[in-house]
């Protein structure tokens, strides 16, 4: 089986736009198969429909088609709150029309612009045009965005639509590792092997953090906490680094030679996906907490809990051993994250490795407006246990 590039790891790139403007013929086109089902029927679209590939000049994509924005029928509200949902995750947006009422258009282009969002407007079905030029000189001075013409039926203008997609590409080029290591550096990462790492396989972030160990030239050594002093003991000066399951973090700083740096995947996850200082400073809020406080753990996947599952089992019981038996604590996964946050004392999010970046810091950014301390598993863990001031974070 060829390996594919997670789709935490893919830019997103959302289909925006009116019922029958051609959102699902273009993913269709773009995708070089049939991946939606297409209708001259206004709502055939009815869910976001997702489909990884690799879009030209920007490498490994996902493309997200949504109901239109107009869809005034029974489910309609659920719908538009689910393509408001895509709208945390997407890195570009597409915003579909056909005409130059496009009252509505505007509406969503504001919306991603608030999100800091780049937008590529793209007047589909050209080729029933009379003016072009007009109606493309119209919508540009309307949206101020860039605007191309295209017929995702005829394939009219889809190359210039790549290439204006491929020019809202983010620049920053982030690593997991970026300034704890460098080329030749041994590090040495400590993976427990338990339930929430299935037989033959190891858990994605361990994969990413070694594949990029391994693209940066430096040398990556593997052990469980139990071979961990084993390890240690065969090589002959000590590591550069030393990266840590969260859950072994007491056991690993016993073990930790006094010249290694140690940190774990869940902080440098949280540095790659999120902000790693505000959730040091929300950490901060532990002070705070009581028996009759409420905490809310948010989990990207949606797996089935395990018995030692570290954000519905582990976290819970020690966060419950310390401020007493009463703390309400509130367990959310996948999509389901509250629009509403003030009700808790603290947000505890994990390592997010199943979600993109934008889609952490949208949820990192609801937490700060509403004025709600927000921290990682990674982050808590270490300050649980005292030695978050030993490990490094940034």
Known sequence: MTPQTPASERIHIALLGRTNAGKSTLLNCLAGQD?????????????????????????????????????????GKERMARTAKMLDKTDIAIVLITNDNIATELGI?????????????????????????ALIAKVKAATKVDVVAISATTGEGIESLREAVVRCRPTEERLITEGFCKAGDRVLLVMPQDKSAPKGRLIQPQV?????????????????????????????????????DSQAFNEVYQLKPEASTLTSFSILFARYKGDIALFTEGVKALKNITESSRILIAEAC????????????????????????????????????????????????????????????????????????ITNYGVILAALTGILDRVRTQ
């Open 35 to 75: 991946v939606a089902i297409v209708s001259e029927r206004a709502g055939t679209t009815t869910d976001p429909v997702q489909k990884s590939m690799e879009f030209p000049g920007l490498g490994a994509a996902v493309i997200i088609d949504t109901p239109g924005l107009d869809d005034n029928t029974a489910l």
């Open 302 to 373: 949606t797996h089935t809990p395990q018995n030692e599952d570290i954000g519905r089992v582990k976290l819970p019981r020690i966060l419950r051993k310390r401020f007493g038996e009463g703390l309400h604590i509130d367990i959310v996964g996948g999509a389901d994250y509250p629009d509403d946050l003030t009700p808790y004392d603290l947000v505890i999010h994990c390592g997010a490795c199943m979600f993109n970046r934008k889609h952490v810091l949208s949820r990192v950014e609801r937490a700060r407006q509403q004025g709600v301390a």
């Open 208 to 244: 990413q953090t070694i594949r990029e160990l391994l693209d940066r030239g430096c040398v990556p050594i593997c052990c469980t906490p139990d071979r961990m002093a084993e390890a240690l003991a065969s090589l002959q000066t000590p590591l550069e680094l030393i990266i840590t």
């Open 109 to 133: 282009i504001q919306e991603c612009r608030i999100r800091e969002i780049p937008v590529v407007v793209a007047i589909n079905q050209i080729d029933r045009v009379e003016n072009r030029e």
